[in-house]
Structures are given as structure tokens and as C-alpha cells.
């Protein structure tokens, strides 16, 4: 299967903003990658608009493109020209649609400076933003969006947040609703409990759609070191050697576990 240009720019643009993902998406077969690639550039694009002015209101419109964008794609009509929105009007069906226009909505956060009202808020941003990824291309790939997606894409996620906590700091931005250390590691403990409950029920991603969980990856390693240490997320240590990376991906593609 050939990619045409609008395919190689998505891949282009998730190999440059998102290295992980794109690594964990060159590790699945070819006719996946047709799937991921648009999603996976949707969601670089989608995340860095509020960063890219400081302009509140001109964040919010250029949220509100992907937001359209999305909804030309759910109702079946006239799609607008644009090499990623082209791109994912060809593989994504209305459910898959809807379920990406989570990832803008939750994407307001970032806009603006104010913290998170609680944890669930904080638990609903983790799943919106990274658990929608997952269930969206799962919905292209198999025609379902199993439960145990949200588990694998919260824990996912949520590395990933704990990851970037020293960031967003710097950014002025107050990323932990409890950002004391025993808080810490009972964050991470959680997202390890979720992560654990997705091994449970592997059984319920179909199998044409079970590529997309080697974006988890890392989800493992890195919990359990914020759970170990949870001063390695304040101080951004949280991490794995790239040999180890690339080893773990290897397993993960091999034996379709996480």
C-alpha cells in the first residue's frame, strides 16, 4: 500500500512533533500505519495551537477549526482541503469523528492558566486527550471502542503528563491537582492499576485493531518510577535509556503486550 502526499506529511509532522508515537507506529503493520498517521498528526497539531500565541481568543479559533473540521467529517459532508483533515476524512467514520472532537474540546485547558477544578477533571483531561486517540483509531481500524482502551490510554497518558509536569511549570501553568510527593506516587499507582486492569481484558481489542496499543509503550517503566521516586517527576528525571526504548517496542511489537 502506497502513501500519497497528504499521508507522507502526516507522518512527516508525527515524526518531527511526536517521536515516540511515531516510533510505536512504524513498529505496526503498513495498512495500520494509514490509520495512525493521520490521527497521531491531527493530535500534534490539536495540542500545540494553545502554545503557539499567547493570545487566548486566537487559541480558541484555531481550536474551533479542528472542532468544524471534525464535524464536516461526522456528517458525511463537504470536507475542507487540508493534508491532515483530508487525511482523516478518509479512514475516520462519525463515532471516530465525535470521539476526536474530545481531544480539541479538553484541549481549552491549555489555553489559559488556571489549574484543575479536582481530580476528576484532571482524570477526564488524561482520558480526552490520549484514551480518545486510542478508542478513535480503534473505532477506524475494527468498528469498536472497547472500555479497556480508556484503562490503557488514562495510563498511557498519563505518563506522558507526569513527563512533561516540569514543563508546564516552567510554562506558568499548575499541572498537578496535588503536586506533594505520597500524592504523587498515589497518582502514579493509579495509572498503574488502570494499566494492569487493560492487561485483563487484551481479549476485547479485535485483533486488526490491536497495533494501536504499542502507543503505551513506556506506560510501565515510567509509572513505576513515579511510583518508586516521585521526586523524578518534579525534577524531570522520569525516563528510559533509548537502548531500553527501543528494546521495549521491539517486545511489545513481538508478543502484543504492553
Request: proline residues 5%; positive net charge; charged residues 25%.
Amino acid at each position: 500500500m502506497s502513501f500519497d502526499a497528504d499521508l507522507i506529511a502526516c507522518a512527516k509532522l508525527v515524526e518531527k512533533g511526536d517521536p515516540d508515537r511515531f516510533a510505536a507506529t512504524m513498529a505496526a503493520p503498513v495498512a495500520v500505519r494509514k490509520v495512525l498517521f493521520p490521527i497521531y498528526a491531527f493530535n500534534v497539531e490539536v495540542s500545540r495551537a494553545p502554545w503557539v500565541t499567547k493570545e487566548a481568543i486566537i487559541a480558541e479559533m484555531r481550536l474551533q477549526w479542528w472542532t468544524d473540521a471534525l464535524e464536516e467529517i461526522a456528517s458525511g459532508g463537504l470536507v475542507r482541503r487540508h493534508e491532515v483533515v483530508t487525511s482523516l476524512a478518509h479512514v475516520l467514520d462519525e463515532p471516530a469523528a465525535r470521539e476526536l472532537q474530545k481531544v480539541v474540546q479538553v484541549r481549552l485547558w491549555d489555553v489559559y492558566r488556571d489549574p484543575f477544578e479536582d481530580q476528576a477533571a484532571f482524570s477526564k483531561y488524561i482520558e480526552d486527550t490520549a484514551a480518545s486517540l486510542l478508542r478513535a483509531a480503534s473505532q477506524a481500524l475494527s468498528g469498536t471502542m472497547p472500555d479497556t482502551l480508556t484503562d490503557l490510554g488514562y495510563a498511557s497518558g498519563l505518563a506522558q503528563f507526569l513527563r512533561a509536569v516540569p514543563e508546564l511549570e516552567r510554562q506558568g501553568r499548575r499541572p498537578l491537582v496535588d503536586g506533594r510527593p505520597d500524592a504523587v506516587r498515589d497518582l502514579a499507582q493509579q495509572g498503574f492499576d488502570r494499566l494492569v486492569k487493560s492487561r485483563k481484558a487484551r481479549g476485547s481489542i479485535k485483533a486488526e485493531a490491536r497495533p494501536i496499543t504499542l502507543a503505551a509503550w513506556q506506560a510501565g517503566p515510567l509509572l513505576k518510577q513515579a511510583k518508586s521516586d516521585p521526586r523524578r517527576v518534579a525534577n524531570g528525571t522520569l525516563g528510559m535509556a533509548e537502548a531500553y526504548k527501543k528494546l521495549r517496542l521491539v517486545w511489545c511489537a513481538a508478543t502484543g503486550r504492553w
